[in-house]
C-alpha cells in the first residue's frame, strides 16, 4: 500500500528535519540457514534475533558471496567483488593483500555526519596499516584483522598448504594489541564494548556500528568450538556434542542481540535506529573450519554456489519501516546495503559512484515495494572456474567448488528431534529485544508470530525431502538451472528442458566474465608476516 499524497508530504517533511538514524549493522560469521529459530527449527531458540525479524522485515532472498573477505568486500563497496578482484579465496593472515583502496561504507557515512564504530572481525587486509578499520572510515575498532581467532586466547593459527604454521595474537583497540583482553570470551568482550559505545554515544550525531562477531565461526584447530560450560549445559536435548557447542555459541550471540537492542533503548536511541543482521555466508556444516552449523534444508555449504553458502540468513528491523511484520522474498544482495543505508541516512545516491553493483533498496523496504533488482551475479571464480546467476525465480549454476562433489550434496542437522524442547513465543515475547521495541510501537500478535515463523520457513516441493540431485558437476561440467522459487533445494536440475533460458543467461554470465578484474591473491609471505617478528602478534607488517 503507497501512502496517500498529503501523509507522503508528511513523511518527506519529518523525515527531511528528523535526524538521520543510528544503524547498528550486526554480522554472524558463518551462520547457518536453519540456526535461527525463526527459520523454522526448534533446536536452538533465538528470540532475540526473532523478536527483531518478526517486528521488522525477514530479508528471506538476501544473498552473500560464499565466503567471508567477498561478503564483506561487497557490504563495504557496494561493488560484486569480481569488480574489486576479491572474488577468490580470502586472505589468509600472512598474505599481503587488502580491500583495494577506495572509498568505503563509513567514509560515506562520515559525510552525513555519522560516528562510525567498527567492533569485531574485520578480514579486509592489514599488511599496510592504510589497509585497517581506523583508516579507512572508522573512528575506533575494537577486534580482530585476521579471519578468525579462537574465543579466549584470541591466538590466529595459520596452516599454509606448504606445512609452514604461523601463530600469533590478534586482538587491537585500535591500532594497540589489546593485551588486557585475553582470557575473555570474544562475543561477551564485542558485546560489552557495543554497550560501552552506546552508553557514551552523543546522541545529537548519528551512530554508524559495525558490529561484525567472530560468532559462530570456528577458532584453530584443536578448539574449534568454544562456549562457557554453563551455556552449553542447557543444550542437553542436542546429543551430537560439537553442535550442542555451537547452540551455545549461537545462544550467546542471540543474547549479544538483546543486550545491543536493550541498550538502544535506555539511551532512547531505539526509535530512531536501523537494526540489520546478516550472516556473511553459509555454515560450513562439513569440511575447512567445519562448525557444525546447518543450511537444512539448502544444497551446499559454505564457500559453495549452492543455495546454503550464498542465501543467507537476514533481517532488518526499524521503526522507520512502514510495512513491517513480513517476510520479504524480494531479491536484495549484500552490495545493496550501501547505497540502500546511505539513502535511509538521508544521503543523496546520485551522488555515489554510478558503477556501483548495489542498487538502493531502502524505499521498497520501507513500503514494501518490489525490489529494484532483477538479477543477481552470485560470483564468477575464475580460478575455481565456477560461476553463479539468479534472475527472477531461476538460477543458473557452472562448476563447483573443490571440483570433485564432496560439497555438493546436503549436509548438517535437519534440527527436528523429538528431544527439541517446542518453540516458545512467549520466550520471544518475553526477550530484551522484544520488550525494548515494544517501546517503539505495538508489536505482532503471538499468532502473527507463528504465521511469520511458518512464511519463513523453506520447505521443498517433495513431500519427503530427499537429497538427490540431477544436476552433478563434479560428473559433467555442464549448467544446471533451477528453478529456486519452486524448488529452493536444487534438487531439480531443468537445464535440458530450458535450453533458451540456459542459453540467454549464460550470455549474461559471459558478460559479466567481460568486466572482471582478476583475482588480487597473493603468495604469502611467510618469513615477513611471521608474528614471531612482532611479539607475536599479526601486525601490518610492511609498513
Ligand atoms: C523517540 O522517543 C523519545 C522518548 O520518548 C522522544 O523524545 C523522541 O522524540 C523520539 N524520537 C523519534 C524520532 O520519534
Ligand atoms: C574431495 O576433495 C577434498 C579436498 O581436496 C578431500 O578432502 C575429499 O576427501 C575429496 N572427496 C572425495 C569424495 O574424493
Ligand atoms: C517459555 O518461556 C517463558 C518465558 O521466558 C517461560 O516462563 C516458560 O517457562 C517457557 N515455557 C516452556 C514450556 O519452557
Ligand atoms: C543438467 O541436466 C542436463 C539435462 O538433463 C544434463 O545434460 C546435464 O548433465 C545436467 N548437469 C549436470 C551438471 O549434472
Ligand atoms: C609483548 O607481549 C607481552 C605479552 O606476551 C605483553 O605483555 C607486552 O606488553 C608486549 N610488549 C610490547 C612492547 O608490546
Known amino acids: 500500500m503507497l501512502p496517500q499524497p498529503a501523509l507522503l508530504m508528511l ?165 594497540d594489541t589489546a593485551w588486557n583482553l585475553e582470557g575473555q570470551y570474544a562475543t561477551e568482550v564485542f558485546t560489552e564494548e557495543a554497550l560501552r559505545i552506546i552508553e557514551q554515544h552523543d546522541t545529537g550525531k548519528p551512530l554508524f556500528l559495525y558490529l561484525s562477531h567472530l560468532a559462530v565461526h570456528a577458532g584453530n584447530t584443536g578448539k574449534l568450538l568454544e562456549a562457557p560450560q554453563e551455556i552449553i549445559n542447557t543444550f542437553r536435548h542436542i546429543k551430537e556434542p560439537n553442535r550442542r557447542t555451537y547452540a551455545a555459541m549461537v545462544s550467546q550471540m542471540d543474547e549479544s542481540v538483546g543486550r545491543v537492542v536493550e541498550a538502544l533503548h535506555n539511551r532512547r536511541m531505539l526509535n530512531n535506529s536501523i537494526i540489520v543482521f546478516i550472516s556473511d555466508n553459509g555454515a560450513p556444516s562439513v569440511g575447512v573450519f567445519q562448525n557444525w552449523g546447518s543450511n537444512y534444508p539448502l544444497r551446499g555449504i559454505k ?46 545516491i546520485t551522488k555515489l559512484d554510478s558503477n556501483l553493483d548495489g542498487v538502493d533498496q531502502w524505499s521498497s523496504l520501507v513500503y514494501d515495494e518490489k525490489s529494484p533488482r532483477r538479477q543477481v551475479l552470485v560470483n564468477i571464480d575464475e580460478r575455481e572456474k565456477t560461476a553463479a546467476l539468479i534472475i527472477g525465480d531461476w538460477k543458473l549454476v557452472v562448476g563447483t567448488f573443490g571440483n570433485n562433489g564432496s560439497l555438493d550434496g546436503y549436509y548438517g542437522n535437519s534440527g527436528n528431534s523429538a528431544s527439541n524442547p517446542r518453540y516458545n513465543t512467549s520466550s520471544v515475547i518475553n526477550s530484551r529485544a522484544w520488550k525494548s521495541i515494544a517501546s517503539t510501537r505495538r508489536p505482532v500478535t503471538q499468532a502473527d508470530v507463528n504465521k511469520l515463523r511458518q512464511a519463513a520457513t523453506v520447505s521443498c516441493s517433495k513431500e519427503t525431502f530427499v537429497t538427490q540431485t540431477n544436476c552433478n558437476p563434479s560428473i559433467t561440467n555442464t549448467p544446471c538451472l533451477f528453478n529456486i522459487h519452486e524448488d529452493p533445494c536444487e534438487q531439480n536440475n531443468l537445464s535440458g528442458s530450458s535450453t533458451d533460458i540456459v542459453t540467454a543467461m549464460y550470455n549474461i554470465l559471459v558478460r559479466h566474465r567481460q568486466s572482471l578484474i582478476p583475482q588480487l591473491n597473493r603468495p604469502w609471505d611467510i618469513s615477513g608476516a611471521d608474528p614471531a617478528r612482532f611479539n607475536s602478534t599479526w601486525s601490518s607488517w610492511l609498513d
Open 11 to 175: 513523511v518527506l517533511v519529518t523525515s527531511a528535519l528528523a535526524s538521520p538514524p543510528h544503524i547498528i549493522f550486526i554480522v554472524a560469521d558463518d551462520m547457518g540457514w536453519n540456526d535461527v529459530s525463526f527459520h523454522g527449527s526448534d533446536q536452538i531458540p533465538t528470540p532475540n534475533i526473532d523478536a527483531l525479524g518478526y517486528n521488522g522485515v525477514i530479508l528471506n532472498s538476501h544473498y552473500v558471496q560464499p565466503l567471508c573477505s567477498p561478503t564483506r568486500a561487497a557490504l563495504m563497496t557496494g561493488l560484486y567483488p569480481i569488480h574489486t578482484g576479491m572474488q577468490g579465496y580470502p586472505m589468509l593472515a600472512a598474505e599481503p593483500r587488502g580491500l583495494p583502496l577506495r572509498k568505503i561504507l563509513p567514509q560515506y557515512l562520515k559525510d552525513l555526519g555519522y560516528v562510525t564504530r567498527a567492533v569485531g572481525k574485520w578480514h579486509l587486509g592489514f599488511y599496510r596499516k592504510e589497509f585497517t578499520p581506523t583508516y579507512r572510515g572508522f573512528d575506533s575498532h575494537l577486534g580482530y584483522w585476521t579471519g578468525s581467532i579462537s574465543y579466549y586466547d584470541h591466538i590466529v593459527q595459520d596452516i599454509y598448504p606448504d606445512g609452514n604454521i604461523l601463530s600469533g595474537h590478534d586482538f587491537r583497540r585500535n591500532m
Open 303 to 348: 564457500a559453495t554456489l549452492w543455495e546454503g553458502g550464498v542465501r543467507g540468513v537476514a533481517l532488518i528491523w526499524s521503526p522507520l519501516l512502514r510495512q513491517p511484520s513480513r517476510v520479504s522474498d524480494e531479491l536484495m544482495h549484500v552490495s545493496d546495503w550501501l547505497p540502500t543505508l546511505y539513502s535511509a541516512a538521508g544521503g543523496d
